[in-house]
């Protein structure tokens, strides 16, 4: 294994501390320690983990419902960002839903996000609307969507 090829797994309970610490300073409504146990065992939630040599440096979380799925959070560690980590976890899950018999994928991202309005524009998202003040005051939320077929 290549040091800097992240494995990606689904994560396990002895992830959420190491989950946690990664949302600490980059998500707005960070998820408890009880959001991501049932988000790890809940078998309608699906969450990912990227492994580099034993870290784990970023993690997706998402909910499905019926053959729709909604992605919640995806976190890179702030100092291994850039490296395609993102791509590999969104392909990954992008894969495992689409195994899983997943028609249609929807999420929501602040509009002045630029690298996640990125990751999710080149993995085939596309907006379908917008929610103004949605993050707080000037902070609108942008509706993406991607068909699985
Ligand atoms: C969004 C986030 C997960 C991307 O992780 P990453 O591992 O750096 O992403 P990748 O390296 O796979 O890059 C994916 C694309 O994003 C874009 N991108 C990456 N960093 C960027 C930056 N600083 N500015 C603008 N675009 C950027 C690039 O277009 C890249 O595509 P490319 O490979 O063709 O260049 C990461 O920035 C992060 O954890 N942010 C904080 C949490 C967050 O905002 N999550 C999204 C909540 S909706």
Same mark, same amino acid.
């Given at each position: 294994m290549n040091e800097s090829e992240p494995v990606i797994r689904s994560a396990d309970l002895s992830d959420i501390k190491r989950i946690m610490a990664l949302e600490e300073g980059s998500i707005i409504h960070p998820w408890t320690s009880g959001d991501i146990e049932t988000l790890i065992t809940d078998c309608n939630k699906e969450c990912l983990v990227a492994d580099l040599a034993g870290e784990v440096v970023g993690y997706v979380g998402a909910e499905t419902v019926l053959d729709e799925c909604n992605i919640g959070n995806i976190v890179v560690d702030k100092d291994r960002r850039g490296r395609g980590i993102a791509t590999i976890l969104m392909d990954n899950l992008l894969n495992d839903l689409k195994n899983r018999g997943i028609k249609k994928i929807f999420l929501e991202v602040e509009s002045n996000n630029a690298p996640a309005m990125a990751l999710y524009g080149k993995t085939g998202f596309v907006r379908y609307g917008q929610r103004r003040d @949605? @993050? $707080?005051? $000037?902070?609108d939320a942008v509706l993406m969507s991607k068909d699985l077929c």
């Open positions: @949605y @993050y $707080g005051q $000037g902070k």
